[in-house]
């Protein structure tokens, strides 16, 4: 699990916090309500979440309760494999 977590962080700061200090994407960071993700963001994330572990998340699994932070994300995907 720790792994997976790791992963999508990476992703995640690569892809939408370019050059920002990886110790503040925290577990507890609000992604969405923060407005880190907003819905394009949202929709890259789960392409990727999709293609990296081969899994489906479906339409309404895209949600705030289970995308607003890396401990949920995680979560959503350790439920997939």
């Known amino acids: 699990m720790e792994e997976i977590s790791h992963t999508i962080k990476s992703y995640i700061l690569n892809e939408f916090l370019p050059g920002e200090d990886p110790t503040l994407l925290t ?4 992604l969405v309500t923060g407005g880190i993700l907003d819905s394009l963001a949202t929709l890259k994330l789960v392409m990727f979440l999709n293609e990296h572990y081969k899994i489906e998340i479906e339409t309404h699994e895209i949600v705030p309760e289970n995308l607003n932070n ?3 994300i995680t979560q959503l995907v350790q439920s997939k494999l």
């Open 27 to 30: 577990e507890s960071t609000p």
């Open 70 to 72: 890396l401990p949920k």
